[in-house]
T-cell receptor, first 110, second 115 residues
Framework: AQRVTQPEKLLSVFKGAPVELKCNYS??????LFWYVQYSRQRLQLLLR??SRESIKGFTADLNKGETSFHLKKPFAQEEDSAMYYC????????????FGKGITLSVRP | SAVISQKPSRDICQRGTSLTIQCQVD?????MFWYRQQPGQSLTLIAT?????????ESGFVIDKFPISRPNLTFSTLTVSNMSPEDSSIYLC????????????FGQGTRLTVV
């Protein structure tokens, strides 16, 4: 079975503060990990994926297989980062489903 | 990328009735999915819509309650049958293009309230 855990529901920080959104997963094989974001009144969209190893909007996430984690980080939060963030996992099979965590609301205050 | 149009965006329905949600994609896609997001919960996969054959349902979801159609590679419908207040949720259509494609695209969702 595959499972994604986001232990916090809400993170509130001031603009310019560092952000870390936690994500832990459970999967016996080699998973693909993603972060999806939903801004207010917009649809869910992909933010980044671990295989790309890229920084998107200043966010990065490193897959730590030893700790089975995929935390999302940004050194300096901006107000426009305020949104709902979901960590997701897809298994290694071609038709594997996408499993989501419960999501966390990031609120960046001015 | 894929642009997904989902209708209706919201509805309020009487218990015991059924609602059909439509998902239209602007290009042919290999895989289409239906998710449910109950209040305060994560997205849960209901089923994979298969073109020309019966949908593949996840544990806890059955065809009688959530019949799905997919007549072609750009369109699918999800029906929520014999609704009860527990069916109040956001229903999302999602697509992925290509067997090896990793990115999933989502519709804007249908917010259903059953009274």
């Amino acid at each position: 079975a595959q499972r994604v855990t986001q232990p916090e529901k809400l993170l509130s920080v001031f603009k310019g503060a560092p952000v870390e959104l936690k994500c832990n997963y459970s999967y016996s094989g080699s998973p693909e990990l993603f972060w999806y974001v939903q801004y207010s009144r917009q649809r869910l969209q992909l933010l980044l994926r671990h295989i790309s190893r890229e920084s998107i909007k200043g966010f990065t996430a490193d897959l730590n297989k030893g700790e089975t984690s995929f935390h999302l980080k940004k050194p300096f939060a901006q107000e426009e980062d305020s949104a709902m963030y979901y960590c997701a996992l897809r298994g290694s099979g071609a038709n594997s489903k996408l499993t989501f965590g419960k999501g966390i609301t990031l609120s960046v205050r001015p | 990328s894929a642009v997904i149009s989902q209708k209706p965006s919201r509805d309020i329905c009487q218990r015991g009735t059924s609602l059909t949600i439509q998902c239209q994609v602007d290009s042919q896609v290999t895989m289409m999915f239906w998710y449910r997001q109950q209040p305060g919960q994560s997205l849960t996969l209901i089923a994979t819509a298969n073109q020309g054959s019966e949908a593949t349902y996840e544990s806890g979801f059955v065809i009688d309650k959530f019949p799905i159609s997919r007549p072609n590679l750009t369109f699918s419908t999800l029906t929520v049958s014999n609704m009860s207040p527990e069916d109040s949720s956001i229903y999302l259509c999602s697509v992925r293009n290509g067997i090896r494609s990793t990115e999933a695209f989502f519709g804007q969702g249908t917010r259903l309230t059953v009274v």
